[in-house]
Structure formats: C-alpha cells, structure tokens
C-alpha cells in the first residue's frame, strides 16, 4: 500500500489555524491597550486610543492617515521566513512618547502592559481556532 502523503495539506492547514489564532490575539492585545488608556491616564481626546490597531507585520505604521480608526479588524500575519507575524500600535507621531515616557514622564506603557496580559491567553485564541 503507497503512502499517500499529505504534508503540504496539513502544513497549509496549520498555517491557517495560526494565522486564524494570531489575528485573534493581534485583537486582544489591541482591545487591552486600549482599555491602557482613559481620561486621566493617556486619554485627552481618545485619538490615541482609537488609532490603536492590530495590522500583519509588515505594516507601516508611520503612513497612516492621522486620526484615523483603525482597529477592530483581524489582521493577516506576514511571512517571514518560517515565522508568521503581527504587529500591534499607532501611527500617530506622539504614540511612542506616551509609551515609553519623555523627560520626566515615565510613560504608560500600554503595548507592553497589554502583551503581558494577553500572553497568558494566547494559546487559548489558538486551541479555539484549531476546534479544541
């Protein structure tokens, strides 16, 4: 009896269950670095925080339109190499000062803060995606 070998298909099938999971996790960490921010703490006009966006990889973060609502949609991970990625931030020139702080305003942190919280329920987002 030949092998009948199926490794392309369930490569290709494996690569869609984590492309499928890692747009679900770029969400998550989008919503949580949102909810980072509020009056007080990072928000003045919520422009900031409604520029937050999950996007595939290899997006140019500093070509968006400002102001502009960006998230709320699953990005595609690119490629590279045997790795698929995503990328979570803001186009907006101020984004990375509020981040990482300026002068003697240590920042707030909320991508990082965000990957933290989100990290522990990553492997979940996959197990769903794969029907487990």
Same mark, same amino acid.
């Given at each position: +009896?030949?092998?009948?070998?199926?490794?392309?298909?369930?490569?290709?099938?494996?690569?869609?269950?984590?492309?499928?999971?890692?747009?679900?996790?770029?969400?998550? +960490?989008?919503?949580?670095?949102?909810?980072?921010? #509020?009056?007080?703490?990072?928000? !003045?006009?919520?422009?900031?925080?409604?520029?937050?966006?999950?996007?595939?990889?290899?997006?140019?973060?500093?070509?968006?339109?400002?102001?502009?609502?960006?998230?709320?949609?699953?990005?595609?991970?690119?490629?590279?190499?045997?790795?698929?990625?995503?990328?979570?931030?803001?186009?907006?020139?101020?984004? +990375?000062?509020?981040?990482?702080?300026?002068?003697?305003?240590?920042? #707030?942190? #909320?991508?990082?803060?965000?990957?933290?919280?989100?990290?522990?329920?990553? !492997?979940?987002?996959?197990?769903?995606?794969?029907?487990?």
């Amino acid at each position: +009896m030949p092998l009948n070998w199926k490794g392309k298909r369930v490569e290709a099938d494996v690569i869609r269950v984590l492309s499928l999971g890692l747009g679900d996790i770029g969400l998550d +960490m989008e919503a949580e670095a949102k909810k980072q921010l #509020y009056p007080g703490h990072g928000v !003045l006009t919520g422009t900031l925080r409604r520029s937050i966006h999950a996007a595939s990889g290899d997006h140019n973060f500093a070509a968006e339109a400002e102001g502009q609502e960006q998230g709320g949609h699953a990005p595609e991970p690119s490629r590279q190499g045997d790795r698929l990625v995503i990328a979570v931030g803001s186009g907006l020139v101020y984004a +990375m000062a509020v981040h990482q702080g300026h002068h003697s305003f240590e920042g #707030y942190h #909320y991508l990082t803060n965000a990957l933290d919280i989100v990290r522990a329920r990553a !492997l979940d987002h996959v197990k769903r995606r794969a029907g487990g």
